[in-house]
């Protein structure tokens, strides 16, 4: 069984910063693509930010300069790093990684139960 857990998600006031885990664990034999999806309320999941296993990055334009993501394949993370945040951003941040697991032929798409952002003006 495989499982996603997010932390760090919580309030803070626009301009300020929040940084995401997702760690995951399980029978994982290899990490692909681990990203970042949010939802807003009334509004469809969106890509927010995705890194390869080979280390390349990609970002929805509305984070661009702002939110950093980055992986610890030891560790099976990802993170998200959010500064000058403002109210737009508010919504569930959802992890999903793309993981080949013990007695799976190819890879599989995992989820996280989401962790809030609520930024404030």
């Known amino acids: 069984q495989v499982q996603l857990v997010e932390s760090g998600g919580g309030s803070v006031q626009a301009g300020g910063s929040l940084r995401l885990s997702c760690a995951a664990s399980?029978?994982?034999?290899?990490?692909?693509?681990m990203g970042w999806y949010r939802q807003a309320p009334g509004k469809q999941r969106e890509l927010v930010a995705i890194?390869?296993?080979?280390?390349?990055?990609n970002y929805a334009d509305s984070v661009k300069g702002r939110f950093t993501i980055s992986r610890d394949n030891t560790l099976n993370t990802v993170y998200l790093q959010m500064d000058s945040l403002k109210p737009e951003d508010t919504a569930v941040y959802y992890c999903?990684?793309?993981?080949?697991?013990?007695?799976?032929?190819?890879?599989?798409?995992?989820w996280g139960k989401g962790t809030l952002v609520t930024v404030s003006s």
């Open positions: 999903n990684a793309q993981l080949v697991v013990a007695g799976i032929i190819g890879r599989m798409s995992y």
């Open positions: 890194t390869t296993s080979g280390g390349s990055a």
């Open positions: 399980g029978r994982i034999l290899d990490l692909k693509d």
